[in-house]
């Protein structure tokens, strides 16, 4: 308390002085105003720093001399309409003073045609809508009115108001102004200039003595074509020199009165224009143009082409000339190539093949020696008009450019024929096709021309349709040879050859003709010229007549017989067959032959029942296809007999074997860059091996005492399997047991693999996700269990096993049996609710006891040693309070 004592004082100056600054505050413009009688005054008047509505309410008063004790006399309000006294309502009903609001805290004061009664003292006032009245909430200003002292006219050094110049002429112009004000003014003038609907401002000299030109006549202040000049007598001359087009028009003088306020600003008080002349300038009458239209040269003549030009133009003048070249009539001036040009002192640009002679005083002759084809286009000539200008300098009066003339080079184009004919032509699929393109009766083929060629295809096709013709390859006037589309990948890998083996000769060649490549083909020799800028430019194309290449063609046929070698024979013996093929119209065949098998569909292995066993290929290299049988890796072999013969043998087939034998064979014909191309495909006739026999007959089950359990426990499975039939020496019995799983009630979802026991004891696991694990095991010759340790959610499913049957012979030869798949056993997982939730609940009351303890321990330790208060007993008397500590 002793510290915010000590600082009230200076709080109390700070709120003080934060008061003071949020005050109102009514501003109007410094004064005196100074008006001149007879124009308008805008008295502006703003408000700011209040409080209370956005918008603000202004009155406005009049006063001829406030010092005197003169009272202020209402003239306009924003919010009162019966504000206005009685001697200012009808200059307000007329409209003569109004009040235009800027915005919610500003308004101007509007008098017009003020008079000298109205010079005074200006009061606005903005009524109060602050919570505390604060600031100020009026300002006057001073309005003087003075009498028009300004004088402007404009004279002339010619009596007509009309000027006629010539173009490049010169003309003066001159207005006279003067003032004799009162007050210290000063002049603005600005000459300006208009020949549309618009004024635009020429050049000014402002109220502090400096010239300002406007933007589009900077350059020409700068250069001295135009001034301003202020003379004697209250003269203002405009001079302007070398009279454009573009200065015809009206001109008038503008007069601004200026005067400096007691805050330094500039303000202007009135201004006044005159109308000067109306400048006419004609234009200098140039004409050109070119004696001839149009022109056709042959080539390696000259070209001439003469350009005139007439003028109306009398006295000294000079003519620029300049010759141009453009490849399309539409060329703009700056797109043109130059050729040659004269200047005003007849200076020619240098040339070797082009020359510009002067014929006359208005005539200019171009000559181009040695013409090409590349000379054809459009030829121009442009005449410029320079007369000389007082300080010795030359000024351009006119340009005109000519209508183009059409130019065409007629090339020397050379005589000759084209002749195609088909050297070689096939008479199978793949044999070769050369095509040779010759140039016959070649006539002024100079040393300068250049042949190349263009190879193209066409598919026959009825009248009616639309011919296609596709480009195979042609050459640049370099010989650069590019592929088209259609052969590019054949020609890359040599399949396509063109080349020139002449002069006169151009080559094309098939390496092997396929189907695709049946139809017409027909080449293009074009011929090129050398020209002067060093670049070929074709003359002439001329074409050769079409010819056919076509074979007469047969379907391909393709017979495949299958033969059983040995009628009978039993399990464990060597089953073979033969393959006999036989084909037509192939040429050179060769033959990959394939063997499958067709079993039955219970085969888990194969289940669309088709296995692909041995193939060999045209090249006879075996390859086993799907013969995965470890146990007989060599057990099956396929061999080439004859050219059109094979043999296929399987050794110690099986009871597995059984099914429909056939020879898939494939007939090859030679293709392009010694590769093989495939012609054909035939099927034989089935071959049946079926297996007569009285053996056992396997069956297969699945048992468990517990099929649902709880998740965590063991689930016990055993695959159970029983013989129908002849009884067998368990030493003749192996089996091959696998475990699958599908993960759902139904089983139409795929099975998934656990676990395997070969019939040679080896485990086989599937790799497992979960924490759950597997276990097989043979318990009895005839039975199979599966263990799932520590059963999860996801063991849940349908479980089966499927069994292979070895049996032994009395030859001591293992023949495996038919593969035997058991029904399924459902598998349920549950959950043990109270085990689940034991741990958990015991290390929740665990903790909750700890914490428990432990906040009880801090509530002791707190309130012995960190909370205790030292309190003094005194002694107390009697019809005394208590004291304040026992409270």
Same mark, same amino acid.
């Given at each position: ?25 009514? @501003? ?6 100074? %008006? ?9 008047? *703003? ?23 003169? @009272? ?40 017009? *045609? ?281 000024? @351009? ?70 011919? @296609? ?16 589309? %259609? ?114 569909? *219970? ?285």
């Amino acid at each position: 308390m002793g510290h915010r004592g000590e600082n009230a004082p200076l709080l109390l100056l700070l709120l003080s002085l934060c008061a003071s600054c949020h005050g109102r505050i009514v @501003k109007v413009p410094a004064g005196p105003l100074v %008006r001149v009688e007879g124009t308008e005054v805008v008295i502006p008047c *703003n408000v700011s720093q209040y409080e209370g509505p956005i918008e603000q309410n202004f009155d406005w008063e009049f006063s001829t001399n406030p010092a005197q004790d003169s @009272k202020f006399v209402h003239i306009v309000s924003t919010w009162d309409p019966w504000f206005t006294s009685q001697e200012y309502k009808e200059r307000v009903n007329r409209k003569e003073i109004t009040l235009r609001r800027n915005s919610n805290n500003s308004v101007e004061l509007v008098i017009g *045609n003020i008079c000298p009664t109205d010079q005074g003292m200006y009061r606005c006032t903005t009524p109060s809508t602050d919570a505390v009245f604060q600031g100020n909430y009026n300002a006057v200003v001073e309005v003087k009115v003075i009498a028009d002292g300004l004088t402007i006219s404009g004279s002339k050094a010619r009596s007509t108001s009309t000027w006629n110049l010539s173009e490049g002429d010169s003309f003066q112009l001159r207005c006279s102004a003067y003032t004799n004000s009162s007050e210290h003014t000063h002049l603005y003038v600005s000459w300006e200039f208009k020949n549309g609907l618009a004024w635009q401002k020429i050049l000014s000299l402002t109220h502090e003595g400096k010239f300002q030109p406007s933007s589009e006549y900077n350059d020409r202040f700068i250069s001295g074509d135009v001034r301003l000049d202020a003379m004697a007598n209250d003269i203002y001359r405009l001079s302007m020199s070398q009279a454009l087009p573009t200065d015809e028009g009206a001109y008038m003088c503008r007069v601004s009165e200026w005067v400096k306020g007691v805050d330094g600003s500039w303000q202007k008080i009135q201004e006044k224009t005159v109308d000067v002349a109306n400048v006419v300038v004609q234009p200098t009458a140039l004409g050109v143009f070119i004696t001839r239209s149009n022109v056709s040269v042959t080539e390696r003549d000259s070209l001439d082409l003469t350009c005139n030009f007439t003028t109306d133009r009398s006295g000294i003048f000079q003519v620029e000339i300049t010759w141009y070249f453009s490849e399309s009539p539409d060329s703009s001036l700056a797109e043109a190539q130059v050729l040659l040009s004269a200047d005003w002192d007849s200076v020619v640009s240098d040339s070797t093949l082009i020359s510009l002679s002067h014929v006359d005083r208005s005539s200019y002759h171009l000559l181009v020696r040695d013409v090409g084809t590349e000379d054809s286009g459009y030829y121009f000539c442009q005449a410029a008009l320079w007369v000389p200008q007082h300080n010795g300098s030359w000024h @351009k009066v006119a340009e005109r450019m000519s209508v183009p003339v059409t130019v065409e080079i007629l090339a020397l184009e050379p005589n000759y024929q084209v002749f195609l004919k088909a050297a070689k032509t096939p008479k199978f699929s793949e044999d070769p096709t050369e095509l040779e393109c010759r140039i016959m009766e070649a006539q002024n083929s100079e040393a300068n021309i250049r042949f190349t060629v263009a190879w193209y295809y066409r598919l026959p096709v009825r009248s009616d349709e639309v011919v @296609k013709n596709e480009l195979l390859a042609t050459m640049d006037a370099d010989w650069t040879l590019v592929i088209g589309d %259609r052969s590019k990948h054949r020609a890359q890998n040599g399949e396509i050859i063109f080349s020139k083996p002449t002069v006169d000769t151009f080559r094309l060649r098939i390496q092997w003709t396929s189907e695709a490549d049946r139809g017409d083909y027909y080449c293009v020799i074009s011929s090129w010229s050398w020209q002067r800028n060093n670049s070929w430019i074709k003359i002439k194309d001329v074409a050769s007549m079409p010819v056919s290449i076509l074979w007469s063609t047969q379907d391909y046929v393709l017979t495949v017989e299958a033969v059983k070698l040995k009628p009978f024979f039993m399990a464990g013996h060597t089953f073979e067959m033969t393959c006999k093929v036989s084909s037509q119209n192939i040429k050179t065949p060769r033959y990959s032959v394939l063997i499958t098998a067709e079993k039955h569909l *219970n085969d888990q292995s194969n289940p669309n029942g088709t296995t692909r066993i041995i193939s060999l290929n045209q090249d006879s290299v075996v390859r086993r296809e799907d013969w995965t049988d470890q146990d007989r890796v060599d057990g099956v072999v396929l061999e080439k007999v004859q050219e059109n013969e094979f043999r296929y043998r399987m050794y110690q087939t099986q009871i597995s074997d059984a099914g429909l034998y056939r020879c898939v064979v494939t007939a090859w014909s030679p293709g392009g860059g010694g590769l093989w191309r495939e012609a054909v495909n035939g099927l034989s006739n089935p071959i049946q091996i079926d297996f007569q026999t009285s053996g056992p007959v396997f069956n297969v089950s699945v048992h468990s005492d517990s099929p649902t359990v709880y998740r965590g426990e063991l689930v016990n499975l055993v695959c159970i399997i029983t013989i129908e039939g002849t009884a067998l020496d368990p030493d003749d019995m192996s089996f091959d047991v696998s475990w699958f799983a599908v993960r759902s009630i139904t089983t139409d979802r795929d099975p998934v693999f656990l676990t395997s026991l070969d019939r040679k004891g080896i485990v086989t696991q599937a790799r497992r996700n979960g924490s759950s694990d597997v276990s097989l095991e043979r318990i009895t010759p005839l039975e199979f269990r599966l263990r799932v340790h520590g059963c999860e959610d996801h063991d849940f499913g349908n479980h089966y096993c499927l069994v292979t049957p070895w049996v032994q012979s009395a030859a001591g030869i293992w023949q495996q049996e038919m593969e035997v798949k058991s029904k399924p056993i459902l598998v349920t997982v549950k959950m043990d609710v109270l085990n689940a939730f034991r741990f958990p609940l015991l290390i929740g009351i665990g903790l909750a006891t700890i914490i428990g303890l432990l906040s009880c321990l801090i509530g002791y330790c707190s309130s012995r040693w960190c909370c205790k208060k030292e309190v003094q007993e005194t002694r107390r008397e009697r019809h005394r309070l208590m004291s304040m500590e026992m409270d």
